[in-house]
């Protein structure tokens, strides 16, 4: 049995970072938080990201979850301050519901979807089209009442949706199940990314004429972070994995994936702004853009139903 990525993901992997850098570095992040970014959309739609889970008719990429989950893992590095995780797992419904021209269209890069989970939904005020998840069923809502809600993280735009829907025929379980295994991919992402610029900062910041780096206690911090993180990825893999072969369990499997990454970016979070100090919490240091980005998706996809279903996976019935 191979349990480990192929090459040739690898270095797709390895591309879309390089990629991201150059078209998501911090300054857009940091400038979403005042508006939407001209023409990200459409450089991710160059990369292939909107379109990764799509197929080839649709003019995606076909990619299965264990090859796109990488990619989410990157976007997560990124902070990338767009609908992916909506685009990731509403274009297979939507293929499948009948709307292969939206579809496609947002696999393309000339669309975006929103999805309303718990009643709220990202950037649904510029979406071509909002999926209401409610009750098992997913629901196409045309003219959708929007109102703007206060959110941590200044480059997520969230809306309440009100109004009615037309129910679609579709797998309901599978868009949700990709919806969180591809949050729990940003998850694993940012943390890294966090704990990326502690390790950083604690190679420069000096105390007593040595960088606090050097220091027992400060390297006990950055490593049990690290171990969360390094734990939490093959969740997350196990996860892509479940769902590629249709394991009847993937919806445990995803939601072990969900509570695994969120508490491990959780922990980076805290261990990066202990090793930080005071200028962690400000506002010009980049770090809060990632910080603010986890906090927003931790507490997204309903932690104490994921922690129900794996316990009674675990406990039984």
């Not at 274009?91 to 718990?118: C, I, K, N, Q």
Request: aromatic share 6%; charged share 20%.
């Amino acid at each position: 049995m191979h349990f480990a990525f192929s090459d040739d993901q690898l270095e797709m992997r390895d591309l879309t970072r390089a990629a991201l850098g150059r078209v998501c570095g911090p300054d857009v992040v940091r400038a979403a938080w005042e508006a939407r970014p001209a023409g990200l959309w459409a450089s991710l739609a160059e990369l292939g990201l909107t379109g990764a889970s799509a197929s080839e008719d649709a003019g995606g990429l076909g990619l299965g979850a264990v090859d796109w989950v990488l990619l989410l893992e990157e976007a997560g590095r990124a902070a990338v301050p767009a609908p992916l995780i909506e685009a990731v797992a509403a274009v297979p419904f939507l293929e499948a519901a009948g709307h292969s021209d939206l579809a496609e269209r947002v696999a393309l890069g000339e669309a975006t979807v929103a999805l309303s989970l718990g009643g709220l939904a990202l950037d649904a005020d510029i979406a071509d089209a909002v999926l209401r998840v409610e009750g098992g069923v997913v629901q196409l809502v045309s003219s959708p009442t929007l109102t703007a809600q206060p959110a941590v993280d200044g480059a997520r735009r969230l809306f309440s949706v009100a109004g009615a829907g037309e129910p679609l025929a579709g797998d309901a379980a599978a868009l949700l199940q990709r919806a969180t295994l591809a949050t729990s991919a940003q998850l694993v992402g940012l943390g890294r990314q966090v704990l990326d610029q502690a390790v950083a900062y604690a190679g420069q910041r000096e105390q007593f004429r040595k960088p606090i780096g050097s220091f027992q206690a400060v390297q006990h911090h950055l490593v049990d972070a690290a171990l969360r993180l390094q734990f939490a990825a093959p969740v997350v893999h196990r996860a892509a994995w479940s769902i590629d072969e249709g394991d009847p369990d993937a919806g445990v499997h995803v939601s072990m994936a969900w509570l695994y990454a969120a508490e491990a970016a959780r922990l980076a979070c805290r261990k990066s702004l202990q090793v930080h100090g005071a200028i962690g919490y400000t506002f010009e240091l980049d770090l809060h853009l990632w910080m603010k980005r986890i906090w927003s998706l931790a507490v997204w996809g309903e932690g104490a139903d994921h922690r129900e279903r794996v316990a009674a996976a675990v406990l039984g019935d």
